[in-house]
């Protein structure tokens, strides 16, 4: 299974970058997907999540207003339209998949550990 980031780069503050994460192998619609982040010296944070048909999408608090999850389960692509970048967005961007064609909770879309495949990362820059 391959989950496969892409679409970053170096942005200016205010501006805006779409991410998009492409998957094989994997039985898409099943899959909670998600987005998290990396930036140097930091511990991975959540950024924002999608459950498997759509329904509901769950953000950090730090980039609700700011960022949009989406999916096309069809085209199994999970894309993160990121607009007003701030500078504290700079990180490296991985997306995941949870195994889980159900509901969750905000929680557990949070929980890092629940994820079963991570992509390889795609670096955000933001200029001051």
């Known amino acids: 299974v391959q989950l496969q980031a892409s679409g970053g780069g170096l942005v200016q503050a205010g501006g805006s970058l779409g991410l998009s994460c492409a998957s094989s192998?994997?039985?898409?619609?099943?899959?909670?997907m998600g987005w998290f982040r990396q930036a140097p010296g930091k511990e991975r944070e959540f950024v924002a999540a999608?459950?498997?048909?759509?329904?509901?999408?769950y953000y950090a608090d730090s980039v609700k207003g700011r960022f949009t999850i989406s999916r096309d389960n069809a085209k199994k692509l999970v894309y993160l339209q990121m607009n007003s970048l701030k500078p504290e967005d700079t990180a490296i961007y991985y997306c995941a998949a949870d195994f889980y064609p159900g509901q969750i909770t905000v929680f557990q879309a949070m929980d890092g550990s629940r994820y079963d495949y991570w992509g390889q990362g795609s670096q955000v820059t933001v200029s001051s």
């Open positions: 999608i459950t498997w048909n759509g329904a509901s999408t």
């Open positions: 192998r994997l039985t898409f619609s099943n899959y909670v």
